[in-house]
C-alpha cells in the first residue's frame, strides 16, 4: 500500500517560489505501474491537477500553469517534488501528492495534503 | 482541453434518498470516467473508475454509469457518512492531463 507524505514550507511569500517534496513509502517510485503527480485545492474550491511525472522524467503539465510549473524526481530518494515560480495568494491551496495509476488513470494514493498560504 | 461540467453544484437531501450526480464532458472520453468522494479535511477517495466499475471497498450503493460525454453518480440510499462533496475525474487524455468536475456537495435535508 503506498503512502504519501508532502512536506515543505507553509508560508511563502508573493513572487517567490513554492517548493514542495513528497516522500513516498510502501513501494518504489521508480515503479512502472504509477506516475507521480501534485493536485491543489484552494480554500472552498474544487480540485485542480498541477502536473504529473513519471519515474523516467516525462512531465506533464496543466497548461494554464505550465510556465510556471516544474516536477522533477529523485529515485534515490524516493521522492518528487513540485516548483511552482512567481506565486501570488491566487496560489493558496491545499497542495496533494498523489499517484495516479498508468493503465487506469485514476488516484488511490494521496497525500494527507498541506496548506500554502501566500502572503507577505 | 476536455472540460468537465457537474450538476448540481449542491443537492440537499435526507438519509434513505436517492441522490444523482450528472458530470458531462466537453469532448467524448469513452468510459474514462472517475469518481471520488471528499470529507472536510481529507483526501479525496475513488469509488467507482471507468465509468461503472465500483472500487474495492465502496458500498454498492455507490453505483456509476454513462459512456461518451455524459456520466452519472448514484447513491442508492443516502447514509451519514454519505454527506461529502463529490468530484468527477476524466482519464481519457491523461498522462497529457487530468482534468476535474467542479464538485457536487451532498448536504443534510
Known amino acids: 500500500q503506498l503512502q504519501l507524505q508532502e512536506s515543505g514550507p507553509g508560508l511563502v511569500k508573493p513572487s517567490e517560489t513554492l517548493s514542495l517534496t513528497c516522500t513516498v513509502s510502501?513501494?518504489?517510485?521508480?515503479?512502472?505501474?504509477?506516475?507521480w503527480g501534485w493536485i491543489r485545492q484552494p480554500p472552498g474550491k474544487g480540485l485542480e491537477w498541477i502536473g504529473s511525472i513519471y519515474y523516467s522524467g516525462s512531465t506533464y503539465y496543466n497548461p494554464s500553469l505550465k510556465s510556471r510549473v516544474t516536477i522533477s524526481v529523485d529515485t534515490s530518494k524516493n521522492q518528487f517534488s513540485l516548483k511552482l515560480s512567481s506565486v501570488t495568494a491566487a496560489d493558496t491551496a491545499v497542495y496533494y501528492c498523489?499517484?495516479?495509476?498508468?493503465?487506469?488513470?485514476?488516484?488511490?494514493?494521496w497525500g494527507q495534503g498541506t496548506l500554502v498560504t501566500v502572503s507577505s | 482541453d476536455i472540460q468537465m461540467t457537474q450538476s448540481p453544484s449542491s443537492v440537499s437531501a435526507s438519509v434513505g434518498d436517492r441522490v444523482t450526480i450528472t458530470c458531462r464532458a466537453s469532448?467524448?472520453?469513452?468510459?474514462?470516467l472517475a469518481w471520488y468522494q471528499q470529507k472536510p479535511g481529507k483526501a479525496p477517495k475513488l469509488l467507482i473508475y471507468?465509468?461503472?466499475s465500483l472500487q474495492s471497498g465502496v458500498p454498492s450503493r455507490f453505483s456509476g454509469s454513462g459512456s461518451g460525454t455524459d456520466f452519472t453518480l448514484t447513491i442508492s440510499s443516502l447514509q451519514p457518512e454519505d454527506f461529502a462533496t463529490y468530484y468527477c475525474?476524466?482519464?481519457?487524455?491523461?498522462?497529457?492531463?487530468?482534468?476535474f468536475g467542479g464538485g457536487t456537495k451532498v448536504e443534510i435535508k
Open positions: 510502501g513501494g518504489s517510485i521508480s515503479s512502472s505501474s504509477y506516475y
Open positions: 498523489a499517484s495516479p495509476e498508468g493503465v487506469r488513470g485514476v488516484i488511490l494514493g
Open positions: 471507468a465509468a461503472s
Open positions: 475525474q476524466q482519464a481519457n487524455s491523461f498522462p497529457r492531463a487530468l482534468t
Open positions: 469532448q467524448g472520453i469513452s468510459s474514462w
